[in-house]
Nanobody, 127 residues
Framework: QVQLVESGGGLVQAGGSLRLSCAAS????????MGWFRQAPGKERVFLAA????????SYADSVKGRFTISRDNAKNTVYLQVNSLSPEDTAVYYC????????????????????WGQGTQVTVSS
């Protein structure tokens, strides 16, 4: 079981950056593959980035590749999403998600594959 709490969102001007954090409970954080998703008003919740339990593998949606970076610090039970070069189109609630892995280094891309979700953190980008 894992509990996730996102933080780091806020209001930022276009072109700005934020570092989002997702703090997890428990002592087995490295056993969980992690992902970041976002959902804008009236839109589907979409995949942004994923990272394996050890941090050795990452993957990104094409829409954010080159601008967003996912990382994790297992000693701190935290996964991060660095978001750069923000535009108003990035305005959304950003969610982290966790899936208990199998120690294979797997990463996951879809909502249904994740069993645990944080409450989300709002990112608003002004023009």
């Amino acid at each position: 079981q894992v509990q996730l709490v996102e933080s780091g969102g806020g209001l930022v001007q276009a072109g700005g950056s934020l570092r989002l954090s997702c703090a997890a409970s428990g002592r087995t954080f490295s056993s969980y593959a992690m992902g970041w998703f976002r959902q804008a008003p009236g839109k589907e919740r979409v995949f942004l980035a994923a990272i394996s339990g050890s941090g050795g593998r990452t993957s990104y949606a094409d829409s954010v590749k080159g601008r967003f970076t996912i990382s994790r610090d297992n000693a701190k039970n935290t996964v991060y999403l660095q978001v750069n070069s923000l535009s108003p189109e990035d305005t959304a609630v950003y969610y982290c998600a966790a899936r208990l892995g199998d120690s294979s280094g797997s990463i996951y891309y879809t909502r249904i594959q994740y069993g645990y979700w944080g409450q989300g953190t709002q990112v608003t980008v002004s023009s």
